[in-house]
């Protein structure tokens, strides 16, 4: 599987944006681009996904750099909610016996300041 | 109910005891999956199921571990003979479309499991 670096930590103040960082250097071109985050004492929680082009919903955008090597989540405005642990994971939906697992990193932690 | 729902939500057992952790998936939904999570570390990849059929079982570290899913819908993830090593949180995460198809997996809130 293509693998992801994130930092292992970052920080904002409440209600400025958030950009988190993400490479993926060996991406291929069937490879798309997921983001989960997960809270504290609960499961992962589906954030955003892409493949080329940037995303938007009603959680985040997600921004891909044109080579696709990396990629950006970025939290408009920051609330203490949104303090977790984000997760930047490649996921291949071409076939083989993948099945479209995720596979995990080590995220970067996200704190967020009043 | 409207999300994967897992029990129980805590669970303490004395080493060498066998457990059974239960998950029930978001109705409808063909792909279930079995995640580890030790502290401070990203899930792990356990074990994936595609209705009944188990077509993944690789994560599974030892053949103590052992999961199923008869009718396609709840799933048991059964542990035998715990060990300290065992102690994690185990995720539990199902989704409506299979194999190949793009969609954001739901997951449970998960069970924590405490060998002593």
């Known amino acids: 599987d293509a693998k992801t670096t994130q930092p292992n930590s970052m920080e904002s103040n409440e209600e400025e944006p958030v950009h988190l960082p993400c490479n993926h250097s060996t991406i291929s071109g069937t490879d798309y681009i997921h983001w989960y985050r997960q809270l504290p004492s609960q499961g992962p929680e589906y954030v955003i996904h892409g493949l080329t082009s940037n995303v938007n919903n009603r959680m985040a955008s997600l921004a891909i750099a044109e080579d696709r090597k990396s990629s950006t989540l970025i939290l408009h405005r920051a609330t203490l909610r949104d303090a977790a642990v984000y997760y930047c994971?490649?996921?291949?939906?071409?076939?083989?016996?993948?099945?479209?697992?995720?596979?995990f990193g080590q995220g970067t932690i996200l704190t967020v300041h009043p | 109910g409207a999300g994967v729902s897992q029990s129980p939500r805590y669970k303490v057992a004395k080493r060498g005891q066998d457990v059974a952790l239960r998950c029930d998936p978001i109705s409808g939904h063909v792909s279930l999956f079995w995640y580890q999570q030790a502290l401070g570390q990203g899930p792990e990849f356990l074990t994936y199921f595609q209705n009944e059929a188990q077509l993944d079982k690789s994560g599974l570290p030892s053949d103590r571990f052992f999961a199923e899913r008869p009718e396609g819908s709840v799933s048991t993830l059964k542990i035998q003979r715990t060990q300290q090593e065992d102690s994690a949180v185990y995720l539990c995460a199902s989704s409506f479309w299979g194999k190949g198809r793009l969609s954001g997996y739901t997951f449970g809130s998960g069970t924590r499991l405490t060998v002593v």
């Open positions: 994971i490649l996921r291949d939906v071409a076939g083989g016996t993948s099945y479209g697992k995720l596979t």
